[in-house]
């Protein structure tokens, strides 16, 4: 897969230097054989024609987690999710036991101001010889929510708060593309001053902390399988393959049963172009045991493949708190298209959290 940042590792931390670091704070994990659980397991979503064995049992993380930002890098794997106001560091050698890991806070939002509350769905990216995460708060006004950026040296921080991305508006759920040496950043935002209704959202970057241009419509909820709950387009994830570019987002109420994903495709390169991008949709959705599937991530595994990383709801009824985070892999078609197929099930000792 010839994908962009998302969910992408970089060569800056081995993994002997990580454990020693994780060592020393009391966060790390032994190598270990991974052992595959019985092919009955429910659970269990194996990755084909791997050149060694690699085995997922689901949930990785027990509800209540949502909105991952999974990496994996150099044999170790991270997770970086929220936790209340602060962001949480999970990292293990092997991906079976990133949930038993002790997570590491790397950040805590201050206890007044802009960013000091409802923290969402954090993306860590390394650009410019630096890290960068990118996330959204507010003060406890939710018309406040605006996206920010974070900057460190190393995953572990410290991290220095380089400011609010200039987007207009009510914005969330940043991340980054880059193409040809152009770097632009994507996310969802309403299209006005009211809450009810999100949009996709690009513009150019000059730096990894600031906007270099007007916003640039991408995508509006206007599919009937985009619009249960609330008509949103939010959580946007690139992916690149064969000369394609892709922007797979989620789209209905997060907290609803029909919560999925829908995609953007882009053949020419012209990011900036609406016309460029052509949807397509839902190409993952609830199944009859699986729900309120979305705000999903990518990597590839130098073993199992690609991968896509997602949570899914343990409850057809409405709310947050019930999410836990899933891996399976997934293919592409003879015309280089992602295909997801269908979310795994889990058990429902599993989904207890």
Not at 54 to 80: K, T
Not at 325 to 339: D, I, M
Request: hydrophobic content about 35%; some cysteine.
């Amino acid at each position: 897969m010839d994908s962009l940042d998302p969910c992408h590792s970089h060569p800056l931390f081995s993994k002997q230097a990580l454990t020693a670091a994780l060592v020393a704070l009391g966060g790390a994990q032994s190598d270990c054989a991974v052992l595959p659980p019985p092919p009955s397991d429910p659970c269990v979503a194996e990755a084909p024609e791997s050149r060694q064995a690699v085995v997922f049992s689901n949930p990785i993380l027990p509800a209540p987690s949502a909105d991952p930002w999974v990496i994996q890098h150099s044999g170790i794997w991270y997770a970086l999710l929220v936790a209340g106001r602060s962001l949480e560091l999970r990292a293990s050698p092997l991906l079976s036991e990133i949930a038993a890991v002790k997570p590491i806070t790397i950040w805590r939002a201050p206890k007044q101001g802009l960013l000091s509350r409802n923290i969402w769905a954090p993306e860590m990216h390394f650009l410019d010889g630096n890290w960068y995460i990118y996330l959204t708060g507010d003060d406890g006004d939710n018309d406040n929510h605006r996206m920010w950026v974070l900057e460190a040296e190393n995953p572990l921080g410290p991290w220095r708060n380089r400011g609010c991305l200039d987007t207009g508006g009510w914005a969330i759920d940043a991340t980054v593309l880059e193409s040809g040496g152009c770097r632009y950043c994507i996310w969802s935002g309403w299209p006005g001053k009211r809450n009810g209704r999100q949009n996709l959202y690009i513009a150019p970057m000059r730096n990894p902390w600031t906007l270099d241009g007007e916003r640039v419509l991408l995508a509006e909820p206007t599919e009937s399988w985009e619009q249960a709950g609330l008509p949103l387009c939010e959580g946007p994830q690139v992916l690149r393959r064969g000369g394609r570019s892709f922007i797979v987002y989620s789209a209905s109420g997060s907290w609803t049963p029909d919560y999925c994903l829908g995609m953007l495709v882009n053949d020419d390169g012209d990011f900036l172009n609406r016309r460029s991008w052509t949807k397509h949709g839902p190409v993952f959705q609830k199944t009859e045991s699986v729900w309120g599937v979305g705000h999903c991530c990518f990597v590839h595994h130098p073993s199992a493949g690609d991968l896509i990383f997602y949570h899914a709801k343990t409850s057809l009824a409405s709310g947050w708190n019930d999410r836990n985070v899933r891996v399976q892999p997934f293919g592409w078609s003879p015309n280089n298209l992602p295909e997801f197929g269908q979310p795994v099930t889990v058990s429902p000792e599993s989904s207890a959290g």
